[in-house]
Nanobody, 125 residues
């Protein structure tokens, strides 16, 4: 079955940038719905950015135009460009793909069939 692998996490200072990538193990031209989520220990996982079934980007309110979600390699690599990072962005970042219900909201976790293992982002002040 398809697996997702995130990369690009690391440690940066506040105001810095990171580029996260999420590669699929198998090529598919029908990758439906892709998203980035993040989780801080002790808190629920939350949506960051998503591309819906039509390819329309959606962002969580706190992103505030700092992040950009996109795809490469015919939708088999999901990218999250993050700029002007703050310590509040420190979290484990997960990618998800292949939604069941194209009518569901972009950050409904249960709607995604495939998840990566996560990549840690740490932002220091």
């Amino acid at each position: 079955h398809v697996q997702l692998a995130e990369s690009g996490g690391g440690s940066v200072q506040a105001g810095g940038s990171l580029r996260l990538s999420c590669a699929a193990s198998e090529y598919s031209t029908r990758r439906l719905c892709m998203a980035w989520f993040r989780q801080v220990p002790g808190k629920e996982r939350e949506g960051v950015a998503a591309l819906d079934w039509f390819g329309t980007p959606h962002y969580a309110g706190y992103v505030n135009s700092r992040f950009t979600i996109s795809t490469e390699d015919d939708k088999n690599n999901l990218v999250l460009e993050m700029n002007n990072l703050t310590p509040e962005d420190t979290a484990m970042y997960f990618c998800a793909a292949d939604c069941h219900d194209v009518g569901a909201g972009p950050f409904v976790e249960s709607n995604y069939a495939i998840w990566g293992q996560g990549t840690q982002v740490t932002v220091s002040s």
